[in-house]
């Protein structure tokens, strides 16, 4: 049973870091993007 939750945990724990840097990444383009429409 403890091998099966720190695996889940692990499991989740990935899936949190790889979904937080996507937002991250799409956080950053739209802020380039508003950047390079201001400019404009």
């Known amino acids: 049973m403890t091998g099966v939750s720190l695996l889940s945990v692990a499991e989740t724990l990935q899936l949190m870091l790889v979904f937080g840097s996507f ?11 508003l950047k390079n429409s201001t400019k404009k």
């Open 23 to 33: 937002v991250l990444l799409l956080v950053g383009t739209i802020v380039a993007l």
